[in-house]
């Protein structure tokens, strides 16, 4: 059974700094792609960040485009999100998500229950 | 950026009844449309996949069509375990995310 256990979350203060991680088990880690993503209080769900099985190609959302980083250890089964100069507007619950490629695109087929991340002075 | 539109906003029905919920893209994203299904305190379930295709071990009465912009969940007769939220996601061109339809 696919689980992934998101840890990390907390309150930091504006400029500040965190770093995510979520544990995977029950399926071929190093096989699947993994991305990022969250929601903020009363807004819609914002992809964030993805990273390829390999760890060669990692991508951003605009929104934290140079200040958070993607990361994988796959001999641990782990994903990682460092987050840098956090704003307010980072405030949000973050998901680690599961994306498998089908021949109809790269389907996000497994979340975790999520890590919430609140940015206030 | 592909907007995801998805009405109603909240959805009140009765156990037994069918429920029909609506998914709108701002642009054409072929049959790359999911919809997953929210409980509180509970991870996101991936419900229907390509528009159309159950996940494995989905109930039949779990149905997803459409193409291009309109996209509709049905599920045929609501159990009491249905009551959730549901948002639909397009996978065409990175992913973008409806804002959700509640089932109460």
């Known amino acids: 059974q696919v689980h992934l256990v998101e840890s990390g979350g907390g309150l930091v203060k504006p400029g500040g700094s965190l770093k995510l991680s979520c544990a995977a088990s029950?399926?071929?880690?190093?096989?699947?792609?993994m991305t990022w993503i969250r929601q903020a209080p009363g807004k819609g769900l914002e992809w964030v960040s993805y990273i390829t099985s390999s760890g060669t190609y990692t991508n951003y959302a605009d929104s934290v485009k140079g200040r958070f980083t993607i990361s994988r250890d796959n001999a641990k089964n782990a994903l990682h999100l460092h987050m840098n100069s956090l704003r307010a507007e980072d405030t949000a619950v973050y998901y680690c998500?599961?994306?498998?490629?089908?021949?109809?695109?790269?389907?996000?087929?497994?979340w975790g229950q999520g890590t919430l991340v609140t940015v206030s002075s | 950026e592909i907007v995801m539109t998805q009405s109603p906003a909240t959805l009140s029905v009765s156990p037994g009844e069918r429920a029909t919920l609506s998914c709108r893209a701002s642009q054409n994203v072929s049959t790359y449309l999911a919809w997953y299904q929210r409980k509180p305190g509970q991870a996101p379930r991936l419900l229907i996949y390509g528009a159309s295709t159950r996940a494995t071990g989905l109930p039949a009465r779990f149905s997803g069509s459409g193409s291009g912009t309109e996209f509709t969940l049905t599920i045929s007769s609501l159990q009491s375990e249905d009551f959730a939220l549901y948002f639909c996601?397009?996978?065409?061109?990175?992913?973008?995310f409806g804002q959700g339809t509640k089932v109460e």
């Open positions: 029950g399926f071929n880690f190093i096989d699947y792609y």
């Open positions: 996601q397009q996978y065409n061109n990175w992913w973008t």
């Open positions: 998500v599961r994306v498998t490629p089908t021949p109809s695109g790269s389907l996000i087929d497994y």
